[in-house]
């Protein structure tokens, strides 16, 4: 069964760094392309960044140059690095797997920017 599991959301103060990790199980990892999304309170879910199988990013304009992520395949973790937090990144942040027509997503973290 495959699952994906996201952790290190937390609430953070304007500015602030964060690490989100998902980690995934049941699955050649190095076979998917992999991305981060959020959804705020109602707004449709969007994409963040996405990193191809061979290490390619893209990242949206809103977070370009404060975020990165990266992948290990070892491990089979993909990662957010997220700095210079600003209140308009609170969101719950999903991770999500395709291949072909095949797309996974985890259960999502909640990320607060607030003071």
């Known amino acids: 069964q495959v699952q994906l599991v996201e952790s290190g959301g937390a609430l953070v103060q304007p500015g602030g760094s964060l690490r989100l990790s998902c980690v995934v199980s049941?699955?050649?990892?190095?076979?998917?392309?992999l991305g981060w999304y959020r959804q705020a309170p109602g707004k449709p879910r969007e994409l963040v960044a996405t990193i191809t199988t061979g290490h390619t990013t893209n990242y949206d304009d809103s977070v370009k140059g404060r975020f990165t992520i990266s992948r290990d395949n070892a491990k089979n973790t993909v990662y957010l690095q997220m700095n210079s937090l600003k209140p308009e990144d609170t969101a719950v942040y999903y991770c999500?797997?395709?291949?072909?027509?095949?797309?996974?997503w985890g259960q999502g973290t909640q990320v607060t920017v607030s003071s």
């Open positions: 999500k797997m395709s291949r072909a027509s095949y797309v996974y």
């Open positions: 049941g699955a050649t990892f190095s076979f998917y392309g």
